[in-house]
């Protein structure tokens, strides 16, 4: 048992066997690089770094396929989750995601339908859509929130606000529709408790699960520039670790850490190369949580509804 409530423990409680989630490229773009918000995108985004079918011109039924045999030989999976990984994966015409989308219906051993997008890429028509999956599937939507702050938000250039974070948090949710929140750590400009307000306010909204990521350099972004020219002191190991736990600490002990650090295609990946050291970084969270003899939610307070 961990000390905090991870993904894998959940999917084991839900489905009572082996279920893997198999990321998938639908080809949608993102407005935040395609010139309708930004042409430069988020500083740190390099399409190569979503999956291993950035770029590919596979259907999407062969990238099921292919990915299928792949998870079920290595891992023993039984069941899998269709995540729509790659740029905004709400970005199209409702009438495109529904094709997209449909193809899981397909595959009777898929159960979960994941799609992670930007939270100023959703409307009530597409909630219509990805809620009417909801009865047969494991249904979630993933937003890429980064941070409460707006002043972190326009460092990265998200092109949106926390407040459309909140808005289309609580128009899925109200919905029945699971939301997964992406958090980066390590934001330059952020302070500890600058991090800790947005664990705070993830804590009191209706968010099943958080995705934490260490702000890193991937090849070819406007980051890897600053980085080049000494301009940014990327976290530590250590510093990452700590103030993962502090964020953990805060939130509710029923919302589900989806993942403790993202990994990074090693091919684009710059700096820091220990996000691709999984194992090591899950003992050394478990360490430090039993250290400071706390766990997921030993800090959490439910009566302070403190959302800004
Ligand atoms: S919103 Fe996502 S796909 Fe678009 S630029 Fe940012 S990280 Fe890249």
Redesign the pocket.
Known sequence: MRSYYSFSEYLKTRFERRVQRISLNAGFD?P??NGTLSAS??IF?NEKGFSRFAGTRLTLAEQIKESMNFVRARFGAEKFLAYFQN??GTYAQTAKLKEAYDVIKDFPDIVGLFIST?PDCMDEEKLDLVAGYCDNYEVWVEY?VQSVHDKSLKYLNRSHTFSQSLEAIENTARRGIKVGTHIIIGIPGETREDIIETARVIAHLPVSGVKLHVLHILRDTPLEKVFIEGKLNLLKQDEYISLACDFIERLDPGCVILRLVSDANPAVLVSPAWINEKQKLIESVESEFNKRGTCQGAKYDKNNLCVR
């Open positions: 993102c935040n690089r995108g988020c985004c740029a905004s930007r890429g």
